[in-house]
């Protein structure tokens, strides 16, 4: 079993739209959990970055994580085209070793 | 937030010569950095982490003597691919975490890639 499971999509959405992407992990001692966005032929950018369980919102940007259930989701309001983008989900315990998820191609059509 | 600065963003060289990358932490102390490898609609591919005064540490199937890694200080690390045959074009990324007082903010930091060709 793979550390992160994310679902590659390919995911497309109308401008406007509410876009939810999840990832599910399977090591609980997972403490720190981040969001990236990558553009073609760019580096990741970080988007989100939460500790622990919880919440955590940012503009149209709301990072959502349950450790009891191993899930991270992150939610895109009011998608632009400019959200089109891969999105890679990612997680540590310590800082000395990272685990990503294969990412998920989002598509927003105007 | 803090940036990753990679350079250079693309080169292309000829085979058997050698070409190196550059990553810096601009306005952070960066103790760990790691390299990556990813082609094209695939995810990133670790090659290894590096700790600044100290050897990489080399995933299992990244040729050592090929990519040569060097963290010489908190802000600077190098990939240097020797040698350089078509099969190693790819795009290679950096990345860093910031030094903090305990504990570790958590945070990782990307360099904006290398596109590397080699003819």
């Known amino acids: 079993q793979k550390e992160v499971e994310q679902d590659p999509g390919p995911l497309s959405v109308p401008e406007g739209a509410i876009v939810s992407l999840n990832c599910t992990y399977s090591?609980?001692?997972?403490?720190?959990f981040m969001w990236y966005r990558q553009y073609s032929r760019k580096g990741p950018e970080l988007l989100m970055y939460?500790?622990?369980?919880g919440n955590k919102e940012d503009g149209r940007f709301t990072a959502q994580v349950d450790k009891s259930s191993k899930y991270i989701s992150l939610f895109i309001r009011d998608s632009q085209p400019s959200d089109s983008a891969t999105y890679l989900c990612a997680m540590s315990n310590t800082g000395n070793q990272f685990y990503f998820g294969t990412g998920t191609s989002l598509t927003v059509i105007p | 937030g803090a940036v990753v600065s990679q350079h250079p963003s693309r080169v292309i060289c000829k085979s058997g010569t050698s070409v190196k990358i550059e990553c810096r932490s601009l306005?952070?102390?960066?103790?760990?950095m790691f390299w990556y490898r990813q082609f094209p609609k695939q995810s990133l591919m670790l090659m290894a982490t590096?700790?600044?005064?100290?050897?990489?540490?080399?995933e299992q199937g990244v040729e050592k003597d090929k990519f040569l890694i060097n963290h010489a200080s908190l802000t600077l690390s190098t990939l240097t691919v020797t040698s350089a045959h078509p099969e190693d074009s790819s795009f290679y990324i950096c990345?860093?975490?910031?030094?903090?007082?305990?504990?570790?903010?958590?945070?990782?930091?990307f360099g904006e890639g290398s596109r590397l060709t080699v003819l």
């Open positions: 306005d952070f102390q960066a103790t760990t």
């Open positions: 939460t500790y622990s369980s």
């Open positions: 090591n609980s001692a997972f403490q720190y």
């Open positions: 990345s860093a975490t910031r030094l903090a007082g305990a504990p570790w903010t958590g945070e990782l930091f």
């Open positions: 590096s700790n600044e005064g100290s050897k990489a540490t080399y």
